[in-house]
């Protein structure tokens, strides 16, 4: 075994105990089982979305494509235009992202 240390605000670590004990789980399992999660998954266990509830990805699409659209002054008719941006073969510039 070995120890992991972490900063975080005492009243998050608070309220996070309460929520976790009324799971029957203390804070040092909780961690571990999202560890777990994560080595199975390949990654962070859910979703992270932005403060306007897009997923990051999706987000930064929006910014490349806002920063296209600004160099080649290309004009979309509708924001569905925009949102079929993800559903295009043609966005290589975020594929990287993926």
Do not use: W
Not at 19 to 27: A, H, I, N, R, T
Not at 46 to 69: Q, S, V, W, Y
Not at 77 to 94: G, P, T
């Amino acid at each position: 075994m070995t120890t992991i240390q972490i900063r975080t605000q005492e009243n998050l670590k608070k309220k996070a105990q309460k929520v976790l004990s009324e799971l029957g789980l203390d804070m040092s399992t909780a961690i571990n089982m999202y560890l777990v999660q994560i080595t199975k998954q390949g990654g962070i266990p859910f979703h992270i979305l932005t403060e306007n509830g897009m997923t990051m990805l999706a987000e930064r699409k929006i910014l490349l494509a806002e920063a296209d659209a600004r160099k080649s002054k290309k004009t979309y008719s509708s924001a569905k235009d925009v949102h079929d941006l993800d559903k295009d073969d043609d966005n290589s510039a975020c594929e990287s992202l993926k």
